[in-house]
């Protein structure tokens, strides 16, 4: 079982930045990749960002690279999504989600595990 609790989220204005957090607890392996996936009201959940085991390897969604980052400390079983430059297109629910291997990946149906989302909201 792992636990995945995303924090971070918040109002912010365009061109702001916010960091949202995702911190995992149980007692599965530790060793997998996980993801950021978002969701804007009206609209099916879309991938954001992806990061491997241990770290070195990452993907993201066009409409973001350049803009967030993604990272994990794994001392501390917490991923990051650094999101600068935001814009009210980012708008969304965003959820952090863990793999059960150590491959990046990109699709909801290749990860096991969802945080509860926190919501993110820009204002023009």
């Known amino acids: 079982q792992v636990q995945l609790v995303e924090s971070g989220g918040g109002l912010v204005q365009a061109g702001g930045s916010l960091r949202l957090s995702c911190a995992r607890s149980g007692r599965a392996s530790r060793t997998y990749g996980m993801g950021w996936f978002r969701q804007a009201p009206g609209k099916e959940r879309e991938f954001v960002a992806a990061?491997?085991?241990?770290?070195?390897?990452?993907r993201y969604t066009a409409s973001v690279k350049d803009r967030f980052t993604i990272s994990r400390d794994n001392a501390k079983n917490t991923m990051y999504l650094q999101m600068n430059n935001l814009t009210p297109e980012d708008t969304a629910v965003y959820f952090c989600a863990a793999a059960q291997d150590i491959y990046v990946h990109t699709r909801p149906t290749d990860f096991a595990s969802w945080g509860q989302g926190t919501q993110v909201t820009v204002s023009s």
């Open positions: 990061i491997g085991w241990p770290g070195t390897i990452t």
